[in-house]
T-cell receptor
Framework: GNSVTQMEGPVTLSEEAFLTINCTYT??????LFWYVQYPGEGLQLLLK???ADDKGSNKGFEATYRKETTSFHLEKGSVQVSDSAVYFC????????????WGAGTKLIIKP | AAGVIQSPRHLIKEKRETATLKCYPI?????VYWYQQGPGQDPQFLIS???????DKGSIPDRFSAQQFSDYHSELNMSSLELGDSALYFC?????????????FGSGTRLTVV
């Protein structure tokens, strides 16, 4: 079945550091890939998405590229801020499963000033 | 812009009581999904509806039921509550056939069973 694996947290970085959160997936078809962010005490927000191979999703300085050959969708940001501290979830959905989101376990990101 | 509205935001119930969570999707969104997120966990899919019909079922306990009404809002009914039901319950909605682009989540209802 479909699954998403992302790096375990917490990930602790200093402000202005470069961020990478790894995400790999297994899927039977051609999924869409997503990164969702959950700030402390808040709901899930769609951060970025990519719907086909080689698409790059980007938002708020974050980027992720849909790599079919490596089945990956790593999240990157060039210079993180304290306000980026949150839990980041990688997820996929497919038409064959009625677009249910399959989630990674989440990676807690802590940015220190 | 209108978002997905969930009510109540917080709910405290005792064991064996019942609870009803409500979800109002974004206007014109006819697909609704319910997820449960335990502390420190990733969200778990419970159930989804498309055009007022149940379209998919996940790990929803038999004690829970849900429906989507003619105005597309949805309600999650939870009976015989257990301590383990304490969690954040999220509702999400999408446009018809637009699930491929992701969906919009509400802020969630935090249910605490004591």
């Amino acid at each position: 079945g479909n699954s998403v694996t992302q790096m375990e947290g917490p990930v602790t970085l200093s402000e202005e550091a470069f961020l990478t959160i790894n995400c790999t997936y297994t899927a039977t078809g051609y999924p869409s890939l997503f990164w969702y962010v959950q700030y402390p005490g808040e709901g899930l927000q769609l951060l970025l998405k990519a719907t086909k191979a080689d698409d790059k999703g980007s938002n708020k300085g974050f980027e992720a590229t849909y790599r079919k050959e490596t089945t990956s969708f790593h999240l990157e940001k060039g210079s993180v801020q304290v306000s980026d501290s949150a839990v980041y979830f990688c997820a996929l959905s497919e038409m064959d499963s009625n677009y249910q989101l399959i989630w990674g376990a989440g990676t807690k990101l802590i940015i220190k000033p | 812009a209108a978002g997905v509205i969930q009510s109540p935001r917080h709910l405290i119930k005792e064991k064996r009581e019942t609870a009803t969570l409500k979800c109002y999707p974004i206007p014109r969104h006819d697909t609704v999904y319910w997820y449960q997120q335990g502390p420190g966990q990733d969200p778990q899919f419970l159930i989804s509806f498309y055009e007022k019909m149940q379209s998919d079922k996940g790990s929803i306990p038999d004690r829970f039921s849900a429906q989507q009404f003619s105005d597309y809002h949805s309600e999650l009914n939870m009976s015989s509550l257990e301590l383990g039901d304490s969690a954040l319950y999220f509702c999400a909605s999408s446009l018809p056939g637009q699930g491929i682009y992701g969906y919009t989540f509400g802020s969630g209802t935090r249910l605490t069973v004591v």
